[in-house]
Structure formats: C-alpha cells, structure tokens
C-alpha cells in the first residue's frame, strides 16, 4: 500500500512538471494559397488561375524534448481557396472558363521546433519542420454555376518548413513572429464533372505570415 502511494504521488508529479513546462498560445497566419494541377487530357487544360489570400487562427502548444528542440502541435482553423483556368477541346471555351473553390479545414500540425541560443538579449531564433493531419468541414463553388468539382477527399496532408524569431516579453509571455511554407501532399479531388481521366490531381500550396503569443 505504501508502494502503490508513492508510486501516485511520483507519478502526478511528473505529470505536473510536463504540462507545467508546456507553453499554451494563439497564433495568427495570414496565408498565400495556390494549386498544383496535374492532368493529362485530349479535351481540357487546366491551371491555377491565381494565389489567393486567407487568414487561419488557432492554439499552438510547444512542448520541451531538451532546451533548444520543443515538440510543437496544436489545432487550428484553415481555410483555403483554389482557382482554376479551364479551356475546352481545340482552345475553345469551357462552360466556365474559370473557376473557384472554398475550403475549411481543422489542422494538427506534428512538428520539431529548433531553437537557437539568444543572438540577442530575451531575442532567440527557431526553425520548424514537420508534417500535418487536417480534416475538411466545408467545402463548396465560390459561385453556384461552377460545377468541375462534385466531392473533395475528407483529409488532407502537408509538409511544413518554416522558421522565426521568439521574444521574451516577460515572465510568462512570448512572442513570436515568422514565416512557413506549407505543401500538400495529398491528391484532393474525389470526383468531377465532366469524369476526367485518372492523373488529373490538384494539390494545395501555402506560404503563410505566423503571428503569435505564448503564455
């Protein structure tokens, strides 16, 4: 019994001291978002048409592996938007010759933060790498009549690079300030219509503006 109440009381406070350690914080990322398309077709070519502006927002949680590499997740709203040129058989014109597509997903980034020693009082420097889970809530035309794309897939995947500088503003809070580049992995058109041929994928690409604080 004594055993079993010192193990309870080591293990709680080992717990404690983890998520002690772990700093909380919101991040802001206004994003940069285009496509890359790939299709082999006798009756349709289709590009990106343009890179378009969105703004995602979330909670980051950086947690410590040893004093310079943090393990670092968190959940975030992601909303994107892809455009497409479209132009039919011989150079001539699809129903829509352009169209456009919203999407939102929610975001869990995996990802190693590698920080450097201050190059300035309370100042450090960091780079980022990982991978991330995202599940679609909402997809559907910027305009009604577009009508290429029926079904999204319900998951996406990208890598992330990025990097940035980290303040100590005070006891408990931190600001962070950087840039990253997201770049899907994952083919995300289920159907279309017309049925186009098997090769044709779009995935997505972000280079995102991180803003944040940590507490």
């Known amino acids: 019994m004594r055993k079993l109440v010192l193990f309870t009381f080591l293990l709680f406070g080992f717990v ?3 998520f002690a350690q772990i700093k909380l914080g919101l991040k802001f990322s206004p994003s940069f978002t285009s496509s890359r398309i790939n299709l082999i077709s ?3 070519d289709i590009e990106n048409a343009s890179t378009n502006t969105k703004f995602s927002l ?3 949680m950086d947690s410590p592996l040893t004093d310079t590499y943090f393990f670092s997740t968190g959940l975030f709203y992601v909303p994107r938007r892809f455009s497409l040129n479209i132009i039919g058989e011989n150079g001539g014109s699809f129903k829509n010759p352009r169209e ?3 999407l ?3 975001q869990v980034p995996l990802t190693l933060k590698l920080f450097t020693n201050e190059i300035m009082p309370d100042m450090s420097m960091y780079f980022q790498v990982g991978a991330t889970a995202e599940f679609l809530i909402y997809h ?3 305009q009604e009549e577009y009508t290429l794309i029926n079904e999204l897939k319900g998951i996406d995947s990208s890598v992330i690079f990025g990097g940035g500088m980290e303040y100590q503003a005070g006891l408990n809070t931190v600001i962070f300030g950087g840039i990253s580049y997201q770049r899907g992995l994952i083919n995300i058109v289920k159907t279309t219509e017309p049925a186009l041929a098997d090769g044709f994928a779009i995935r997505t ?3 995102m503006v991180d803003i944040g604080l940590k507490f």
């Open 16 to 18: 404690v001291g983890a």
């Open 42 to 44: 006798d009756t349709l």
């Open 58 to 60: 979330g909670l980051v």
């Open 100 to 102: 456009a597509y919203d």
């Open 104 to 106: 939102q997903y929610l």
């Open 140 to 142: 559907g035309p910027v």
């Open 205 to 207: 690409s972000a280079l």
